[in-house]
């Protein structure tokens, strides 16, 4: 009860949707719907819309449809959640390589992007079936092609915040923590020279 009447915590972080990017297994679904959960924003998954918008899973998307056509689809989805109000976002691992989507992610909302050992993304990924991109393939493989030819655009990202093996309440709170520090880093920024409580704010965030 009590609880539920308590104002919502980190009201600062409120504002402005944010968006989760990076490579499959990392979790940015499961981040995403706890850090939602303890900023009290709604939360969506940008492929549970895609699948939604075309009546089917992922992997059949990819089957009967085509790459391109989840690739539409999900560029189209985005661009929608995008101008709805603040929440957070995952995105598949896949989004924000689109220039389009990045322009935009990047225009309108905050980007996180989550960062891991491919090791461990491997063998996340390793243990679920319904990835189409894995299919028949060494996920290892596939990782390390992917963070090729991924990594320069993920690192356009307003943020990067590395998770590792640890329970996801952990990753979500080395976010809160990245979208503090970037919060007080503008306002250290934006103050007039010599203030001394932006100084204060902007030594804060040195690790
Ligand atoms: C993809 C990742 C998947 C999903 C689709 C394509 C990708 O999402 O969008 O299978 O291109 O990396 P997750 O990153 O949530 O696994």
């Given at each position: ?38 900023l ?11 699948e ?12 009967e449809?085509?790459?391109a ?47 891991a050992?491919?090791?461990?993304l ?19 493989d ?21 998770t ?17 520090g ?26």
């Amino acid at each position: 009860m009590t609880a539920d009447l308590a104002p919502p915590r980190y009201p600062e972080l409120r504002d402005q949707t944010i968006v989760l990017v990076g490579l499959m297994g990392v979790g940015k679904s499961s981040v995403g719907r706890r850090l939602a959960q303890t900023l009290d924003l709604p939360f969506r998954d940008a492929d549970n819309e895609v699948e939604r918008a075309a009546g089917r899973g992922i992997p059949e998307i990819f089957a009967e449809m085509g790459e391109a056509a989840f690739r539409d689809g999900e560029r189209r989805v985005i661009a929608r959640l995008l101008e709805d109000p603040p929440h957070v976002l995952a995105t598949g691992g896949g989004a924000f390589v689109n220039a389009e989507t990045r322009a935009l992610i990047k225009d309108k909302a905050i980007a996180v992007w989550l960062k891991a050992d491919l090791e461990l993304l491997a063998r996340r990924v390793g243990r679920k079936d319904g990835r189409p991109l894995l299919k028949n393939r060494d996920p290892m493989d596939v990782l390390r092609e992917q963070a090729t030819t991924r990594y320069p655009a993920y690192g356009e990202a307003h943020l990067t915040v590395e998770t590792g093996d640890t329970p996801h309440m952990v990753a979500v709170e080395a976010v809160i923590a990245a979208l503090q520090g970037r919060l007080a880093a503008a306002s250290a920024s934006d103050a007039p020279a010599g203030d001394v409580s932006a100084a204060s704010a902007s030594e804060r965030v040195q690790p």
